[in-house]
């Protein structure tokens, strides 16, 4: 079972800062204004919210790709 690196509350900008490759994950869902300074401070949830998508899958989604992109960096 994969370890949740991310939660609801964790704000655009920290997760930004743990995984920048989840950038696309987050552009393919509607989420165009990544580079915004007040996009940086909204949490998860909140920008899910913003775009009409349930926070707790996309936090699931972002997880799964978190976890596959630092296990594809260690070479498993």
Do not use: R, W, Y
């Amino acid at each position: 079972m994969t370890t949740a690196v991310v939660d609801k509350d964790t704000k655009i900008g920290e997760l930004l800062q743990i995984d920048a490759n989840v950038a696309p994950v987050l552009m393919d869902i509607g989420m165009h204004c990544l580079g915004c300074p007040a996009s940086q401070m909204e949490t998860i949830e909140e920008a899910a919210m913003v775009h009409g998508i349930d926070a707790d899958l996309l936090v699931e989604k972002i997880n799964a790709f978190i976890s596959a992109d630092l296990a594809k960096a260690a070479g498993n």
